[in-house]
């Protein structure tokens, strides 16, 4: 009887210890890549989504800020002269950036966030990709939109930087609906 008590014992040490060990792997696998979640957002649509995204992933949030602010007359699509009409009919416009800088090799993955605009991501996301070295480092992007797909804008990404790993992007059209279960997957996957 008291081998068997023994026994019993002994099992469910064994147990205990090793969903202790499954639980630091799991927190450890979340730990263990360094992200960087950036985004860009003129209306603060893109903005709330990339912020659920850094809570659920842990990652850190990084504002992509224009060194001019975009005024409501700037982003009107309907006015072939406004702004973000002439910088979007223009491929190589790139448009300085303000805010702080960040050290990119602080960060293994980076999570980029942005508008549709124009079926592409906005010109600043261009000069935020060109001002850093991504060489080798993942980027997963997402959007939101009025309706567009993701697809275009990461068709010319790839197309831009080939030497970035890019991985598959998602649309958040939702509001944040979605964010906790794609985090988990992309956490998962990395
Ligand atoms: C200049 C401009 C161009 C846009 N082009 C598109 C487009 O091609 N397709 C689309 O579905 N939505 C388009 N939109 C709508 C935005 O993608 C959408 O409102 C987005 O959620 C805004 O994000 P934000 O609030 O983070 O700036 C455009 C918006 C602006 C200002």
Same mark, same amino acid.
């Given at each position: 009887?008291?081998?068997?008590?023994?026994?019993?014992?002994?099992?469910?040490?064994?147990?205990?210890?090793?969903?202790?060990?499954?639980?630091?792997?799991?927190?450890?696998?979340?730990?263990?890549?360094?992200?960087?979640?950036?985004?860009?957002?003129?209306?603060?649509?893109?903005?709330? #989504?990339? %912020?659920?995204?850094? +809570?659920?992933?842990?990652?850190?949030?990084?504002? *992509?800020?224009? @060194? &001019?602010?975009?005024? =409501?007359?700037?982003?009107?699509?309907?006015?072939?002269?406004?702004?973000?009409?002439?910088?979007?009919?223009?491929?190589?416009?790139?448009?300085?950036?303000?805010?702080?800088?960040?050290?990119?090799?602080?960060?293994?993955?980076?999570?980029?966030?942005?508008?549709?605009?124009?079926?592409?991501?906005?010109?600043? #996301?261009? %000069?935020?990709?060109? +001002?850093?070295?991504?060489?080798?480092?993942?980027? *997963?992007?997402? @959007? &939101?939109?009025?309706? =567009?797909?993701?697809?275009?804008?990461?068709?010319?990404?790839?197309?831009?930087?080939?030497?970035?790993?890019?991985?598959?992007?998602?649309?958040?059209?939702?509001?944040?609906?979605?964010?906790?279960?794609?985090?988990?997957?992309?956490?998962?996957?990395?």
């Amino acid at each position: 009887m008291k081998q068997i008590v023994l026994i019993l014992m002994s099992l469910l040490i064994f147990s205990c210890s090793s969903k202790a060990q499954k639980q630091t792997a799991d927190t450890d696998r979340q730990s263990d890549k360094r992200i960087l979640v950036a985004y860009f957002s003129c209306t603060g649509t893109t903005e709330k #989504v990339a %912020t659920a995204i850094a +809570k659920e992933t842990g990652g850190k949030l990084y504002r *992509i800020t224009p @060194a &001019t602010a975009y005024t =409501s007359a700037d982003l009107d699509w309907n006015d072939k002269a406004s702004r973000s009409s002439v910088e979007m009919a223009d491929e190589k416009s790139r448009p300085a950036l303000g805010g702080e800088t960040i050290d990119l090799k602080d960060y293994d993955v980076v999570l980029l966030g942005y508008p549709i605009w124009w079926d592409l991501c906005p010109r600043p #996301v261009n %000069t935020f990709l060109e +001002k850093y070295d991504f060489a080798g480092k993942t980027v *997963i992007p997402f @959007a &939101t939109s009025g309706g =567009s797909s993701i697809t275009g804008s990461v068709k010319q990404l790839k197309k831009l930087y080939p030497k970035i790993e890019w991985k598959e992007g998602r649309l958040f059209n939702g509001g944040t609906a979605n964010v906790a279960g794609w985090s988990k997957q992309i956490i998962e996957k990395l």
